[in-house]
């Protein structure tokens, strides 16, 4: 049973709003480019795992996606979990491509690409560790300790293991469904159903991290205002007889303002002055007091302190 659904992540939907409006001449332009494409690889990663799961009947099981659970000091976050009858599989996942070695040094791995050659932190030394906070959490909340068995999952196509050490534990995403099978045999099942105990404690203790601008040091001044077409990307579109015309792929739109309304919202704030949408959007204060009116369905405060909160 899937218990909580892999979703894009929050950083991820923030980086593709980011990167339609931040000007490619920003100092910081490259520094957001790259730490998005590791957030997508590492989305796309998790995406694929699904499809290998429902491979298998899981009807029994309780299936975690993303938990992110309080730690002493700070937070820690698991790609996937799953709880069986008699134990925990905690598997991370890691969609790189390439060559990839782990030598005589413990905990560190390397990727090859082009005979480049580049040092990585181990996924099963991180999963270990995620191992360890998540089984301090279950002895804290009281709940019945049940082995934990952690696993790195590569999930690149592209992607050719090199091990020197033997470690079953390092698999690529096809292996799963095998793997799951015979673990399930390693361990002694007395075909009990998983407790409702664990899964009620990690839902209510899950924690998805808010990302804003100055996560990635960023204000709202660094990005570029106006209504983005639809259709190309281009901003800003120009405001001709009610409707939204895109200066370059000559694209016609009633409601383009909506989209950008959204990305108002998770990049700056979920309520929006007159004001502040007539500069968002480039339009006049009559025309942004009837958009607004129609988009929104509520607001806050009176007259000039008034806010419009986005849906
Ligand atoms: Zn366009």
């Not at 976050?77 to 134990?87: G, M």
């Not at 799951?180 to 990690?202: A, C, M, R």
Request: net charge positive.
């Amino acid at each position: 049973m899937n218990k909580l659904p892999l979703t894009k992540p929050s950083n991820l939907i923030l980086l593709e709003e980011i990167l339609l409006r931040l000007p490619r001449k920003h100092l910081n332009y490259g520094i957001i480019e790259s730490e998005f494409l590791k957030v997508r690889a590492g989305y796309l990663g998790e995406k694929s795992i699904p499809y290998y799961l429902n491979i298998l009947d899981l009807s029994n099981a309780n299936i975690f996606h993303g938990l992110r659970l309080p730690a002493p000091n700070n937070y820690f976050q698991i790609d996937v979990l799953i709880e069986f009858d008699k134990f925990l599989l905690l598997i991370e996942v890691k969609n790189i491509k390439g060559l990839i070695k782990l030598g005589q040094h413990p905990d560190q791995m390397t990727q090859t690409i082009n005979s480049h050659t580049k040092p990585f932190d181990d996924p099963l030394s991180q999963a270990k560790i995620q191992s360890y906070h998540l089984t301090n959490f279950l002895l804290k909340h009281k709940v019945p300790q049940k082995p934990i068995h952690t696993i790195a999952v590569f999930s690149h196509k592209e992607v050719i293991l090199d091990l020197d050490i033997e470690n079953p534990n390092y698999i690529r995403s096809i292996q799963l469904p095998n793997f799951i099978t015979n673990l399930k045999n390693d361990y002694v099942s007395s075909h009990l159903l998983p407790s409702n105990e664990i899964s009620k404690i990690l839902l209510s203790s899950h924690s998805p991290k808010q990302y804003n601008l100055s996560n990635y040091n960023l204000t709202k001044e660094d990005l570029q205002t106006g209504v983005i077409c639809t259709k190309c990307d281009t901003l800003p579109m120009k405001r001709i007889n009610r409707k939204w015309s895109c200066p370059k792929c000559n694209y016609q739109s009633r409601s383009a303002h909506e989209n950008s309304l959204k990305s108002y919202k998770i990049l700056i704030n979920n309520k929006i002055s007159n004001k502040e949408a007539q500069k968002f959007l480039h339009i006049n204060s009559t025309t942004s007091y009837k958009i607004l009116n129609r988009y929104t369905q509520s607001k806050i405060g009176a007259n000039r302190g008034r806010y419009y909160l986005l849906p």
